[in-house]
């Protein structure tokens, strides 16, 4: 898993600017990763708990998610709808890899 930074800031005058993006910017994070699984990944599912989002998984396992703030997550994989793994993550955080 990956994680990237997206700073949003509030519009200012161009001389006051460098201080308002310091005091009033909003900072977003967005993770992208791969499933890898033996299972066909038609079966599986992906799931961001805290936000009951449903995240899509493209054909070759990949994801991605965006607009997350810095916190702790938690990433349900489920294969087969039977067998349920779950995975706490930090936002920001080093590169990781998921299995299940």
């Not at 599912?45 to 396992?61: F, K, M, N, S, T």
């Amino acid at each position: 898993m990956r994680t990237r930074e997206l700073r949003i800031a509030r519009s200012a005058q161009p001389a006051a600017r460098a201080s308002v993006e310091q005091e009033d910017a909003d900072v977003f994070w967005t993770i992208e990763g791969a499933i890898h699984t033996n299972k066909p990944l038609a079966a599986s599912e992906l799931i961001l708990v805290d936000r009951e989002l449903q995240v899509p998984i493209q054909e070759e396992g990949r994801f991605s998610i965006s607009r997350l703030q810095a916190s702790v997550y938690t990433l349900e994989v489920r294969v087969n709808s039977d067998r349920v793994q779950q995975y706490n993550i930090t936002v920001p955080a080093p590169d990781d890899d998921l299995e299940a």
